[in-house]
């Protein structure tokens, strides 16, 4: 079966840059790429950026352009989302889920991680 | 840039009855290649989204068939033909990068 797995909750300063991975299984890493959305708390869902794991070509969102950068590591079947200089309004669960391989296929998140909250607090 | 609007926004719900969730687009949705690519996912409390319907009326593997997505164009509806407990939380269409607000079925 397909399974994506998340690193662990964090906790960081504001300022400071947090990674987080999304461990893959069950299916070619590199037939699909990764998407990753966030979900402040009590609030919807929101696409932040997408990553190709076949060849590394990334899309994102106005709004975390400069911020984000997406990874990929295929030896591992992992992808990695970094995001930088952290705000207080960044504290949100952030979820990867697989998504269409190429840019400018429609997206279609068919199967989603656990999430990973990631908690900005000085 | 596309608009999804879900309405409504809560949806309270006797078990065992019919429930419908309208999604509207600022825009067609109707892609160069001719498909509709307008999923419907589910959103358990405290658990991940899991997609429930793809390209506006196909079933996921392990849907129950009391799950039902129809439409064409702008306008867009899941229904659910028998509520059940395990039905509970927090809907959302989706089309692209673009996300509706979210609808939260509840008991009444």
């Known amino acids: 079966q397909v399974h994506l797995v998340q690193s662990g909750a964090e906790v960081k300063k504001p300022g400071a840059s947090v990674k987080v991975s999304c461990k893959t299984s069950?299916?070619?890493?590199?037939?699909?790429?990764i998407s990753w959305v966030r979900q402040a708390p009590g609030q919807g869902l929101e696409w932040m950026a997408w990553i190709s794991a076949y060849n590394g070509n990334t899309k994102y969102a106005q709004e975390f352009q400069g911020r984000v950068t997406l990874t990929t590591d295929i030896s591992t079947t992992t992808a990695y989302m970094e995001l930088r200089s952290l705000r207080s309004d960044d504290t949100a669960l952030y979820y990867c889920a697989r998504d269409v391989p190429a840019s400018g296929g429609k997206n279609f998140f068919d199967f989603w991680g656990q999430g990973t909250l990631v908690t900005v607090s000085s | 840039d596309v608009v999804m609007t879900q309405s409504p926004l809560s949806l309270p719900v006797t078990l065992g009855q019919a429930a419908s969730i309208s999604c509207r687009s600022s825009q067609s949705l109707v892609y160069s290649d001719g498909n509709t690519y307008l999923h419907w996912f589910l959103q358990r409390p405290g658990q991940s989204p899991r997609r429930l319907i793809y390209?506006?009326?196909n079933r996921d593997s392990g849907v129950p068939d009391r799950f039902s997505g129809s439409g064409s164009g702008t306008d867009f509806t899941l229904k659910i033909s028998r509520v059940e407990a395990e039905d509970l939380g927090v809907y959302y269409c989706v089309e692209g990068t673009h996300f509706g607000q979210g609808t939260k079925l509840e008991i009444k």
């Open positions: 069950g299916y070619t890493f590199t037939n699909y790429g």
């Open positions: 390209k506006v009326s």
